[in-house]
DNA sequence: TTTAATCTTCATCAAATCTTCATTTTTCCA
DNA sequence: TGGAAAAATGAAGATTTGATGAAGATTAAA
């Protein structure tokens, strides 16, 4: 269901996160300190867990750290019960305190209500345009009628829509759809989006705007 | 800063939230019941705090109810303390579970953290008198009308309602904005300077004022 | 392996944008 | 009030950026 990166140096804690968070689908990478983490590659997940008092690691600078590189929620998992440092955590950048020893359920219910909201924040709503996508099937629809976009097109598209409003550099769209080490050139971009654009418009239907200068976005 | 809705049939309890949000800078508007809640309105505010147990009102239906109208986060300030309560709570779609009595710095900082993720969510915004300079996308709004600025104007605009009220010669806007092996001729921005505010004009809007033999500043 | 589809690159064209400059207008001050 | 300095204006040329069409490279399918 979800990538998970749970951050404490008690691996009993960890285990048993992974036991719980695992029943429900999601699935959970353990690291018992910062230098477990590998911080390129944070946006591998799609929420963090995080315990304060780590020897060697501060919970708090890391938080910040997180918070600096990624937009995913982050939630601390703690010991540590005064306000003053659920006041401390949040102000960080945090998005949920939780105090051990935590219920169980609340610990689920706390997560996917994260998780959900996460969605629900980045859900694309399929009347823009018109434009339907079945994310797992991968095509996109219009009226019942297949658009016959090729796979690089169909996730440039996704892409775009999912964040639809916001620009995106063509450097962006590459890192974003094909990975941070694609070593493409920006011309493959805009070929994409001419084709895209010759597909759509068979539908009356024109979405992507070029932004001179910035890139393209999806109109909302 | 934020508009925030708090319902709870108890007016000390509002006062109080009121009283203590008040003083962060939010807008609180209090409803002592469903009754109280204009439900066409709900996307007036960017944050609601529901209790559970009202009479005539059920807090549960209440938050399923406003989740399908609006994407707002919905936080529960309750005295039902049971995991149970609080896993029923956000599994219908809220955000969070502050138990009464609640600490203050606590309510405080959640609160915080809900609306700083909302603003992360949505695209970085900064507003000037007016005009909304979207950040990432490099576009300026006014009225949910966007002004065709081209790149270099939108960064000159940014530049200096950024610093609104200072004063800059051209010198220093071209060093600031275009860097400072620029090797333009002032005129460059004078000219830059006239085309803005000719767009500007048509929103009926002239922030930019000169300052004779000195340069030019964003209005406060 | 052959074939077709897709992806990527590149040269060229067109358009948007940036820069410059000559000219006019405004402002300041003697 | 007149003249000098600064800023505004309008238009032309230079530059940058995106669109286009076609060809070669890569991948997947038959």
């Known amino acids: 269901m979800a990538r998970i990166l749970a951050v404490d140096d008690d691996t009993a804690i960890l285990e048993m996160v992974e036991a719980i968070l695992g029943k429900d689908g999601h699935f959970v990478t353990k690291a018992c300190g910062m230098h477990e983490i590998d911080m390129e590659k944070l946006n ?117 829509a999912r964040n639809r409003g916001q620009v995106f550099s063509k450097e962006q769209i590459l890192e974003n759809v094909f990975g941070f080490d694609s070593e493409s050139n920006d011309s493959t971009i805009t070929t994409h989006i001419k084709n895209i654009r010759m597909k759509l418009s068979g539908f009356n239907c024109m979405p992507i705007k070029t932004v001179w200068g910035i890139g393209y976005k999806w109109e909302e």
Chains 1, 2 share one sequence.
């Open 44 to 160: 591998a997940y799609d929420l963090i867990l995080l315990d304060i008092m780590m020897p060697e690691t501060d919970g708090f600078a890391l938080c910040s750290k997180i918070r600096r590189l990624v937009d995913c929620p982050v939630l601390f998992l703690t010991a540590k019960t005064e306000e003053s440092s659920l006041v401390k955590g949040l102000a960080l950048g945090a998005d949920d305190y939780i105090c051990k020893p935590f219920g169980v359920m609340e610990l689920r219910a706390r997560i996917s209500a994260h998780l959900r909201r996460e969605r629900r924040e980045h859900s694309v709503k399929m009347a823009v345009g018109g434009v339907c996508f079945h994310l797992s099937s991968k095509q996109a629809v219009i009226d019942d009628k297949e658009i016959p976009l090729t796979r690089a097109e169909y996730e440039i598209c996704e892409f775009l």
